[in-house]
């Protein structure tokens, strides 16, 4: 290997792994030097800033049903299109589109039922929001 192949090659890996390290590390320091010029403003006025800024979210039920739906669709059209692929004739020269299109079926499937399990969801939680009563 020549020396100008070898140089190429250093400058390769200093690129791909170098520069980006150092683009997210600059970012992050930028990042923190501005929350903290933003917090010495809030206490130069007289305001205590809180501990923690960012609020706590509180977990979604529904997006993790969701997300565990649409995973055991993913799955099940995966076992479907390959099983449909490997023995069914139809499947022999389009191995690819049947799989896909078992793929987005049960995907299409598993947005059905969490659209009907979530709609059941919210309806409760709405008419429970609506007996609240005020009394003064």
Avoid: H
């Avoid at 140089?7 to 990042?31: D, S, T």
């Avoid at 997006?63 to 490997?86: K, Q, T």
């Amino acid at each position: 290997m020549e020396f100008s192949e070898t140089i190429v090659a250093v400058i390769a890996i200093i690129c791909v792994f170098a520069v980006p390290f150092a683009a997210v590390a600059i970012l992050g320091v930028k990042a923190m030097n501005d929350r903290n010029k933003e917090r010495m403003g809030l206490i130069n006025q007289g305001i205590i800033p809180p501990e923690n800024p960012k609020s706590q979210r509180t977990p979604n039920r529904l997006v993790s049903l969701r997300n565990g739906i649409l995973l055991v669709a993913l799955g099940i059209g995966l076992v479907v299109g390959f099983i449909c692929a490997e023995y069914l004739t139809i499947g022999q020269n389009n191995q690819f589109w049947i799989i896909a299109a078992s793929i987005v079926l049960f995907l299409g499937i598993g947005f059905l039922i969490y659209y009907s399990i979530s709609k059941g969801q919210i309806k409760d939680t709405d008419d429970e929001n609506n007996n609240i009563q005020i009394t003064e």
